[in-house]
């Protein structure tokens, strides 16, 4: 998990002490062991897409979410990319199975934080949705699942809010707690971040590009800058 790693300077990194983890196959118990290392613990979970990736046994329910989205009619076009589909987050039957998913997974397994993974797909980054979603619709959306998940006593980590290209990050910035971006630095869109900068946690993980020619500009910015391996095998090399 990342604890044997190096800085860029190749000296030993300090261990993590915020791990963004799945929610489904993780339990209770293994929230509960980081927190007795003074750790904190990100749910993440996907609230704009849904896979077939677990079964009810897996994620401790009767019916598999999958399911429930199938089933409510609620699953549009294919994500490009990945074996998934898109939910139609102007249903309350899709608002309503996701928030059953986050009190579930995430906060009756004590974790501390929510990572809501497709929840800017009104913006087509990943591929057409089908539904027609503005980003009003959106907003709708994530403004209900964070007074959800705030209710609970989750907070809210955005996930690539710079990626839709307009002033997305800017409007959800009062409501999230945090931002979890991907390969800002690749991709040019961290400046479309400056409403957290400075006032609330940034983390960015790139993939592709090398520790130094990106944590120099990170630390600069304040953002808490990484290096995964696409595999995400726990590898990790952070600016600092």
Known sequence: M????????KQ???????YDIDGIINSGAT???LHRLGDRAICYVEVGSAGNYYSPKEEG????????FKSAGVMGKKVS???????????PKTLGIVESM?????????????????????AGAEGSTGFGLTQQDELDYMAALS??????????????????GDNYAALIAPEADAVL????????????LSAFIGVKAVFNAEYSLRPKSFCAADINRQINGIQFSKSLDGTRHPCQ
């Open 61 to 68: 329910i009767s019916k598999a979410y999958y399911a429930q």
């Open 102 to 122: 986050i009190n579930t997974q995430c906060a009756a397994k004590g974790f501390d934080a929510v990572e809501t993974d497709l929840d800017e797909t009104y």
């Open 81 to 91: 990319g990945y074996p998934e589909s898109f939910l139609n987050i102007k249903s």
């Open 2 to 9: 990342g604890t044997s790693s190096l800085l860029p300077e």
């Open 12 to 18: 030993p990194a300090p261990a993590p002490t915020v």
């Open 147 to 164: 007074t959800y998940m705030h209710g609970l006593g989750l907070a809210w980590i955005a996930k690539n809010p710079d990626d839709t």
């Open 31 to 33: 929230v509960a062991a």
């Open 181 to 192: 971006t991907e390969e800002c630095n690749e991709y040019s869109t961290c400046s479309a």
